[in-house]
């Protein structure tokens, strides 16, 4: 059964493991570091940031968990879960106790990664200069990722009343090693102070990291910050920003769609290593050697060593155009009324978090909202979708048509959540801006912070 840490928020945590390939792999991880003392030379920062991308890969975290629990939210006809875990099945059912364990983790895990990155950005003088804004970049990246999660999640959408006001999470932007700490009890920052970091963080990361080569490939890029940039724009309805940040990853020239949905989305054996594809603008990371698949623990058929705890209902599968290819990645449980996902069946494929298609995607909604064609015009964006899923090109296309089509082409990555409620769309019963469709502060963090303020619609 799921392990609940008793660990408490903002105590500097270090559980470090290599991932990735080239230079980093010479750096020797540490399973436990005494902050204090530890940061002394650039190879303890480096050898730090890699553990803030391990502790990002949690199960809780980019290996499925923030991508699982916010589709259980989104979730209403179009897909059943049959999962034992309480937990979940509360999620799924938008009734979350204070207690649930599943949300206690988030808040914990990306609570420990955020302080692991202020460790290393608060230890850049020690690094050589020839590598100090990679690593300030990188930092600031992981960082930006984890507190959008958490805005998300914790907090009210950017269009559901006012974010200037609005309570988000804390900012906590330098290190934290014990509860005596005066930053160890923070109160919670307004929504607007959370994007405005994020946004801070992310633009500080697009500048300062370096391009894709056989190493940085596994890291933060240009690329991903912007990729991340264009989510967080089109998430507070900022459609040029959203446009001119997605234009930038697919104008950068170093990704390209695979010639296939199932290319993207490859099943070439349970115990075969799967890396990034073509189309891969970041992954999380996942080998024999380190990561967790939770995607697959959840997606997957018990065939190919998932739980199958969430099926897609065949009224969804019937919202598909009768030759998308996209169909082929469900499989028939045996019912003939709910599908497997095929995404995830490689329990050692990488966790996808931002790829190509999305970013056309973005591209061709804020130029049709805006009545531009920043890099093409909305329908030849929308057509290279529709191609390589074998549908015919449109010849005109609406707005309707764009997000139904980011719907498809996205489901099961936990995006749907986050376009619902910055498009004002309903789920099921549940308007858009339903306290049901945020998560409640965990009960052990209220206790052990009583600056915190919980969430509407919790006691």
């Known amino acids: ?8 928020i903002l105590i500097a945590t270090f559980a470090f493991s290599a991932i990735g390939c080239g230079d980093k792999l010479n750096i020797q991880p540490a399973l436990t570091i005494d902050a204090s003392n530890a940061l002394r030379t650039s190879k303890d920062v480096k050898g730090a940031l890699i553990g803030a991308y391990s502790n990002m890969g949690s199960g809780d975290l980019y290996s499925g968990g923030i991508q699982v629990y916010s589709d259980l939210l989104a979730f209403n006809a179009d897909f059943a879960f049959f999962g034992t875990f309480q937990g979940l099945t509360q999620i799924n059912n938008k009734d979350i106790p204070i207690n649930n364990g599943f949300v206690a983790s988030v808040w914990l895990e990306a609570y420990t990664v955020i302080n692991t990155t202020n460790e290393v950005l608060n230890a850049l003088s020690v690094v050589n200069p020839v590598d100090k804004d990679q690593v300030e970049g990188e930092a600031k990246f992981i960082r930006a990722c984890m507190y959008f999660e958490l805005v998300k999640l914790f907090g009210r959408a950017w269009n559901d009343g006012a974010p200037t006001s609005n309570l988000g999470v804390p900012l906590v932007l330098t290190p934290t090693h014990s509860l005596d700490d005066a930053e160890s009890k923070p109160t919670r920052s307004t929504v607007a102070q959370v994007y405005a970091q994020i946004i801070s963080d992310l633009n500080d990361a697009e500048a300062k990291v370096q391009p894709p080569n056989n190493v940085s490939y596994y890291y933060a890029t240009p690329a991903a910050a912007a990729g991340m940039l264009s989510r967080v724009y089109l998430a507070q309805q ?13 104008t950068s020239g170093y990704y390209k769609l695979t010639n296939t949905y199932g290319e993207e989305f490859p099943y070439i054996g349970r115990g075969v290593r ?3 594809t073509s189309e891969d603008i970041f992954g999380q990371q996942v080998s024999e050697q380190s990561g ?3 995607m697959n623990t959840f997606y997957g ?9 969430i099926e897609a209902t065949k009224n969804y599968l019937a919202t598909y155009e009768a030759n998308d290819d996209r169909l082929s990645l469900f499989t028939d449980d045996g019912s003939g009324s709910t ?5 995830f069946d490689n329990v050692y494929g990488n966790i996808k978090i931002l790829r190509l298609a999305e970013m056309y ?18 329908v030849n964006d929308i057509n290279l979708v529709r191609a390589r899923v074998n549908l015919p090109p449109l010849g005109l296309v609406t707005l309707s048509q764009i997000l139904n089509e980011r719907h498809l082409e996205l489901a099961c990555e936990g995006q749907w959540l986050s376009d619902y409620k910055r498009t004002n769309t309903s789920v099921g019963s549940l ?3 339903s306290p049901k469709l945020i998560f409640p502060i965990p009960q052990r963090e209220m206790i052990v912070n009583p600056n915190l303020v919980q969430n509407a619609g919790y006691n």
């Open 274 to 276: 799967i890396y990034n």
């Open 292 to 294: 967790v698949n939770n």
């Open 1 to 8: 059964m799921k392990k609940i840490y008793s660990k408490l």
């Open 431 to 433: 308007p858009f801006d």
């Open 339 to 343: 599908f497997y996902s095929n995404k």
């Open 238 to 250: 900022d459609y040029v920003d959203a446009l001119n940040a997605a234009n930038r990853v697919i």
């Open 301 to 309: 058929s018990p065939g190919v060593g998932g739980r199958g705890d």
């Open 361 to 378: 995607l973005t591209r061709a909604e804020c130029n049709l909202r805006l009545g531009s064609s920043t890099g093409d015009s909305p």
